[in-house]
């Protein structure tokens, strides 16, 4: 008789994926101490995936619609006026929830392995070129000072997180509090080098920054279509 299949095995092995991770770091996990975590045969798991780093980009496109849930729960729960900087400082927040996520932007090669030389980079043009479409939005609801390139804007909170990036190689791994308090600092000193003198358009810069998310939101779920 054939085997029955196992509910959701594709989640049951992401899930195991995640817990192993979390316990012993991706370079010491196999593919078959998922498949033994998870309760499926070895062989099952390629029907899922292609590859163990396959599995590792399916838990990252999961972490970050996750993190993009926060941010646009965060969005839409606000009261007043929610600028580019705060949008920021709620993505860290919800990075510094997620084990995964944290490695990655960190560059923790002890965590990630060879998978950080094999992240790729030709998707994040698309989202530089929204994260630019999304500052002029904020210009012209009155968020943004207008006199202010939007290029620059895009090239220093990109010059940012790469230095977070980068900085574990000179200063040694950060701990979340200090991670935290200078994303904190960076957000706030970036509001107010950016802000205007005038009322700006609430519902505007809301309607921006939720298509922003959207749009991130949409590229991921292409993504995992892709690699069913």
Do not use: C, N
């Not at 590859?51 to 970050?64: C, F, M, P, Q």
């Not at 990630?112 to 609801?141: N, S, T």
């Not at 790469?162 to 000179?170: H, K, M």
């Amino acid at each position: 008789m054939p085997r029955p299949l196992v509910p959701d095995r594709r989640g049951r092995l992401l899930g195991a994926a995640r817990e192993l991770f979390q316990e012993q770091g991706w370079p010491a996990t196999t593919v078959s101490d998922i498949a033994v975590r998870a309760g499926v045969g070895k062989g099952a798991v390629y029907l899922e995936f292609s590859s163990k780093t396959g599995i590792l980009d399916a838990l990252v496109r999961e972490s970050s619609r996750r993190m993009i849930a926060h941010v646009r729960d965060r969005v839409q729960g606000a009261d007043g006026l929610v600028d580019l900087a705060q949008v920021y400082r709620y993505g860290v927040e919800a990075l510094l929830d997620d084990q995964l996520m944290r490695a990655l932007f960190l560059g923790d090669v002890d965590v990630l392995g060879e998978h950080m030389d094999e992240v790729p980079v030709g998707r994040y043009r698309e989202r530089l070129d929204w994260l630019k479409e999304y500052a002029l939005q904020l210009q012209r609801a009155g968020v943004i000072d207008s006199r202010i390139d939007v290029d620059h804007i895009v090239r220093m909170l990109t010059a940012f997180t790469i230095g977070l990036v980068r900085s574990p190689a000179v200063t040694g791994q950060t701990a979340d509090e200090d991670l935290s308090a200078a994303v904190t600092l960076f957000a706030d000193v970036v509001s107010r080098g950016l802000a205007v003198d005038r009322p700006a358009d609430v519902e505007a810069a809301r309607e921006a920054q939720l298509l922003f998310l959207r749009r991130l939101d949409d590229q991921l779920i292409q993504l995992e279509e892709e690699d069913r």
